[in-house]
């Protein structure tokens, strides 16, 4: 079945960086692009970032590029979202998400918890 | 990109149906047609119900169901039951290659 684990989370401060992990199975990874998607706590979801099924693409949220970036390797089966300049309006729940066509995310993981605090 | 609105609260009585709304723009829900919804239970990750406006995946009841009328979406649960009580989220495409999500909204059973 379906399944996206994330890793890499944890408690850092003001400025630091981060790199979360995804990691995928049980579908042909290579075809399929994957959504970063993050929730403050006791918040909304936020959409972060996309990279495409062949990494050509990457696309991000105002609120984080020029910080945050996002690359894949197909061959692991893994994505990776890379977090600089970590700032406290940061602090969420990432998760990553299966990209169905057309931006919707039709399998998600369990999330990540990223705190950014001094 | 702004978030879509959506009402914070809806409710109602078992067997009832409830509509919530998600009010975006003509640059976003009004033009394209890529509007998703989705369950969040608390601590869970959110639930695809609806994708490409109206769009069911397969295992989705068809007590859920979805439309569009010009810049708003509309997601209604009919025939609600006691595990439909959850947060549910509208998305959509929002141009120039980004998403956006709604507020969210809190689902009571009465």
């Known amino acids: 079945q379906v399944q996206l684990v994330e890793s890499g989370g944890g408690v850092v401060q003001p400025g630091r960086s981060l790199r979360l992990s995804c990691a995928a199975s049980?579908?042909?990874?290579?075809?399929?692009?994957i959504h970063w998607v993050r929730q403050a706590p006791g918040k909304g979801l936020e959409w972060v970032a996309v990279?495409?099924?062949?990494?050509?693409?990457?696309y991000y949220a105002d609120s984080v590029k020029g910080r945050f970036s996002v690359s894949r390797d197909n061959s692991k089966n893994t994505v990776w979202l890379q977090m600089n300049s970590l700032k406290t309006e940061d602090t969420a729940l990432y998760y990553c998400?299966?990209?169905?066509?057309?931006?919707?995310?039709?399998?998600w993981g369990q999330g990540t918890l990223v705190t950014v605090s001094s | 990109q702004s978030a879509l609105t959506q009402p914070p609260s809806a409710s109602g009585s078992p067997g009832q149906s409830v509509t919530i709304s998600c009010t975006g723009t003509?640059?976003?829900?009004?033009?394209?047609?890529?509007v998703s919804w989705y369950q969040q239970h608390p601590g869970k990750a959110p639930k695809l119900l609806i994708y490409?406006?109206?769009k069911r995946p397969s295992g989705v009841p068809d007590r859920f169901s979805g439309s569009k009328s010009g810049n708003t979406a509309s997601l209604i649960v009919s025939g609600l039951q006691a595990e439909d009580e959850a947060d549910y989220y509208c998305?959509?495409?929002?141009?120039?290659?980004?998403?956006?999500f709604g507020t969210g909204t809190k689902v009571t059973v009465l």
């Open positions: 998400a299966r990209d169905l066509p057309h931006w919707g995310c039709d399998y």
């Open positions: 990279i495409s099924y062949d990494a050509s693409d990457k």
């Open positions: 049980g579908f042909t990874f290579s075809s399929y692009a």
């Open positions: 998305s959509s495409y929002g141009g120039s290659n980004n998403c956006v």
């Open positions: 490409e406006v109206s």
């Open positions: 003509s640059s976003d829900i009004g033009d394209y047609n890529y």
